[in-house]
């Protein structure tokens, strides 16, 4: 289990330090002069050092001279300056990972209850009127547009009934926490119903197949209560794999924030990232993407883990 | 009678497992085989699940290739030249032909490999189900609107259209119901009557061997235990193991069954194979020099034609 | 004939191919019908959409301020913008980007993950492992930033001219271009799935012994054996693909105005919410049913094209 472990965190070192060479080429290709515009960023560069580096590791200096002066920097903590904010990307960056981290727990906390309820609840009476609404609420999260259903809500709940705010956070940094929390409600709600969609669909099949086995009929056949059988058997041993499934969503769940905190005008990762891009704020962009990248893998490591953890021969293969 | 098929010292060696930090391990299914089988010549392979029969098989089939040893056909050692001379047949029905391909399709599909036109495989391809007794209506049906035993005649069919000379016939009866198993048989042996086609006849149940085959090779964890004529087999078997396998032939009121040749224990795992005689831990007449030295497979006394590989054979 | 007695064949009409038997068992789904009544109706009128702006004789894209934020009437059936342009005319000719990149990309998605997941699957081994590492990262990746990223890629600096850089067809093929790149994914998933289901299969066996090549097994028993979960799978991408799309065009990187599709005519939504709220309403009900109705045919398919339904009529 070990050698697995060590294995797969090799694997993973590999597959950030692609990625990021990756990103580096994708985000030289936006337009405008890379180099340059990552210099701009730091007020504390002269003229005749910018000139300087602009030789050194200027554009026309192979990929890979640039690359790897970016990555030497990095490795050493300095991701360089944003050229919009004319801060260090990290201490921009900082309060935005905050951010997109309250959005996306509050999140997963309503979901995955939510998920585990409404599954069970099909899978009670597979077929019934719950298990059809169940799946139709399924269907729909998988074929509504996120950031319509965003201005829908907006439009309904702030503009006509006026009775959330539209926006995802309140004007004053400091602001009470009814009021921040008030204020996400709307992008939680957009978030959660995306999520739990997928979700659901899959609690529901994995305790299907969980009540038709032998476990389930000798519970039932000791006379217990269906709730207890539902809820103590079955749920248990279905949500072993939700785990993997969970931490496999987060490049689904980020995708989703980014859009979310695009519409409610919430400074997280996500709108850090796109307002990035739109501003061709090389450095930013650069870091933002590489570090969604990260914790996207290592989630997705952890959820390799937790299965290998779980089922030992995934180890033995 | 000319030879048609040589096996020289076939070895067979199955990677298993092995990983980026994990040397693999080595399965010796096939040790040390070495057989030759003439033209018209029936020869059955007979051992219990995990002998490597069916493995043995696959190599003369040419599905498999060899870790060691030669396989000469018509005294060509080269696979490519038993493509389509030797056919195959294999277990399942249900799995042995292609469900979204007609009958006549998946019949004459050997010859669609040599490059027949298709008017041609259509007319060999109902010849061929004639041949296995289905009429030519069946030639344009499913496979899944036919019967197990129906599917397995296919099957044949399908072998028989190219004009093979050996067919490898991987336990062809296992999996149909007894009451077809011999219609299937006696198809088999008439077919091998009219065409002279070799058969591999691999199985475990040696009711059917003895009824098809000329000569019979018992196979025990990939090695070869005994070889030997059909009558000579089953009247005066020389090895310990063949003895105890047809005393596990059920026989209604034939008298007791002798107790002393039962098997005992399971097969060990071919990956920890036994030393010297890999038979000794389950052998009644084990002694100290069957774990330590392997017997060769030598003629039992006074039958020079019968050769078995046992330190106490009779 | 010899000894043997043939068992008695079932009697089935010539005609009982698996396939009519799928499209009855499709044309009895009501839910599916429907759904493809719709989309083919859909498509009709947004192919539609060039005959229909000369017949009312005006421009989808020219604006006149004039007449902006007009009620529905007979002139213009759902109105008009804030440009004062058709309201109608703007959805159908976005329905054809839409529609048009859902299927393309849907398409080079297919042949990409098939390809890909066809070899890993046939292959095996040290191929098959690199291979799925590959898209197992790119499945687990946060698709909207990477594809805002490549959105933002500037043409002209991979060698296209300015002019054929920024221009309509180039912006097209490009967001088709970046969504099947990450898209083919399920795809491949499914391909090796299937792949490695079918190649040891006795009838691949027996095709092999008789002198098959790798190439004859692959497309004459393999592709065809896989092809059921395949076409469910491309189904469901194009109404996936309409999803990442209009998203994407939504945020600005996709399809830029004043080429219309549903996504980009809801980019000024947010700031029109006040003045005129129904014009961020009707493209999002039409992604909305669009992608739907693909989903809904998708899963007749598979319950139509379901093998165990095979054995029976």
């Known amino acids: 289990m070990l050698r697995y472990t060590i294995s797969r965190l090799l694997q993973a070192v590999i597959v950030i330090l692609v990625m990021s060479l990756l990103l580096y080429m994708l985000i030289g290709l936006m337009p405008g002069d890379p180099v340059e515009n990552m210099l701009e960023g730091n007020p504390s560069l002269t003229p005749a050092v910018v000139a300087q580096m602009r030789a050194l590791y200027g554009v026309d200096q192979p990929l890979y001279i640039r690359y790897g002066h970016w990555l030497y920097s990095a490795l050493q903590g300095d991701f360089g300056y944003s050229s919009v904010y004319f801060r260090p990307v990290l201490v921009v960056l900082g309060p935005a990972v905050l951010q997109t981290a309250k959005l996306l727990v509050a999140t997963q906390v309503i979901s995955i209850p939510l998920a585990m309820f409404l599954g069970a609840l099909a899978a009670r009476k597979p077929g019934g009127w719950m298990d059809n609404f169940v799946s139709l609420f399924a269907f729909a999260s998988i074929s509504l547009p996120g950031f319509w259903t965003s201005l829908i809500l907006i439009i309904v709940f702030a503009v006509k009934l006026g009775w959330l705010p539209a926006s995802g956070t309140p004007l004053m940094t400091d602001a009470a926490l009814s009021q921040q929390l008030l204020h996400m409600i709307l992008p939680v709600t957009v978030l959660t119903f995306f999520h739990v969609g997928p979700l659901v669909r899959y609690v529901r099949a994995s305790m299907i197949e969980t009540l038709n086995s032998d476990f389930i009929r000798t519970a039932r056949a000791k006379g217990l209560s269906e709730t207890t059988v539902l809820v103590r058997h079955a749920l248990r041993n279905a949500l072993i794999p939700l785990v993997t499934v969970l931490a496999l969503s987060f490049g689904t769940l980020f995708s989703g924030a980014l859009v979310v905190e695009t519409i409610f005008g919430m400074l997280g990762m996500g709108k850090v990232i796109y307002d990035a891009i739109s501003n061709i704020d090389f450095n930013l962009a650069l870091v933002g993407l590489l570090l969604a990248t990260i914790v996207t893998l290592l989630s997705s490591l952890l959820a390799d883990l937790a299965y290998a953890w779980l089922d030992p021969r995934i180890v033995l293969k | ?314 | 004939m010899s000894i043997v007695t043939a068992e008695k064949p079932i009697i089935r009409p010539r005609g009982a191919s698996i396939w009519s038997m799928r499209w009855g068992r499709f044309r009895r789904n009501p839910i599916a019908m429907i759904s493809l009544g719709f989309l083919l109706i859909l498509t009709l009128a947004c192919a539609m959409a060039g005959p229909i702006e000369g017949a009312m004789g005006i421009n989808h894209n020219s604006a006149n301020l004039y007449i902006r934020f007009q009620e529905p009437s007979s002139r213009h059936w759902l109105g008009t913008d804030d440009l004062g342009r058709d309201v109608l005319l703007r959805l159908l000719f976005g329905g054809r980007v839409s529609i048009a990149v859902g299927l393309l990309a849907t398409l080079i998605t297919a042949v990409i993950g098939i390809t890909i997941g066809v070899i890993a699957g046939y292959v095996g081994g040290k191929l098959d492992s690199i291979l799925m590492r590959m898209t197992d990262c790119i499945i687990a990746l946060p698709l909207i930033p990477l594809l805002i990223v490549l959105g933002a890629v500037d043409l002209s600096k991979i060698g296209l001219s300015r002019e054929a850089a920024t221009s309509p067809a180039a912006v097209f093929l490009r967001i088709v271009v970046i969504i099947a790149l990450v898209d083919w994914t399920t795809i491949a998933r499914i391909a090796r799935a299937g792949t490695m289901s079918v190649r040891n299969v006795d009838y691949v066996r027996a095709a092999t012994v008789s002198g098959a090549s790798g190439r004859y097994n692959v497309f004459v028993h393999i592709l065809p054996n896989i092809a059921t979960p395949l076409i469910v799978a491309m189904t469901l991408s194009v109404g996936r693909i309409i999803l990442f799309e209009s998203t994407l065009s939504f945020l600005g990187f996709g399809i830029v105005p004043p080429t219309p599709t549903w996504g980009n005519m809801l980019t000024n939504a947010q700031e029109l919410i006040l003045s005129a709220p129904l014009l961020a309403v009707y493209p999002g009900i039409l992604i909305f049913a669009t992608v739907m109705a693909v989903n809904f045919v998708g899963d007749g398919i598979r319950s139509a094209l379901d093998p165990r339904e095979d054995g029976r009529h």
């Open chain 2, 1 to 314: 009678m000319t030879e048609l098929l040589r096996l020289d010292h076939i070895n067979v060696d199955i990677p298993i497992g092995g990983g980026l930090f994990r040397p693999r391990a080595w399965l010796q299914a096939i040790n040390d085989v070495s057989l030759s089988v003439a033209k018209g010549e029936t020869l059955a392979l007979v051992g219990e699940s995990g002998s490597g029969k069916s493995t043995l098989g696959f190599v003369i089939a040419g599905l498999r290739k060899q870790t060691a040893g030669q396989v000469a056909f018509n005294s060509n050692r080269d696979v490519e030249g038993r493509k389509s001379a030797v056919q195959v047949i294999f277990q399942d029905p249900f799995s042995a032909l292609d469900p979204r391909m007609t009958v006549w399709e998946i019949v004459s599909e050997p010859l669609r490999l040599k490059g027949a036109s298709s008017k041609e495989r259509f007319s060999k391809s109902v010849e061929a189900l004639d041949q296995v007794g289905l009429p030519p209506e069946a030639a344009h049906r499913y496979p899944h609107q036919f019967s197990g035993g129906q599917r397995q005649r296919i099957a044949i069919a399908r072998a028989l259209v190219a004009e093979p000379e050996m067919i490898v016939a991987d336990e062809p009866l296992s999996a149909l119901d007894v009451s077809i198993q011999s219609q299937v048989l006696n198809l088999l042996d008439d077919i091998k009557r009219r065409h002279g086609i070799s058969y591999i006849f691999i199985s475990h149940d040696l009711g059917v061997v003895r009824h098809l085959s000329d000569r019979v090779a018992v196979l025990y964890l990939g090695r070869l235990m005994e070889v030997a004529s059909r009558d000579d087999l089953f009247e005066t078997p020389s090895h310990p193991y063949t003895q105890a396998l047809l005393n596990a032939i059920p026989r209604i009121g034939r008298g007791r069954r002798k107790r002393e040749n039962i098997l005992r224990g399971e097969m060990p795992s071919p990956l920890a194979p036994p030393s010297g005689c890999v038979f000794h831990t389950r052998c009644p007449r084990a002694q100290d020099i069957c774990s330590q030295e392997r017997p060769e497979l030598l003629p039992a006394p006074g039958r020079p034609t019968q050769v078995s590989a046992c330190h106490f054979k009779d």
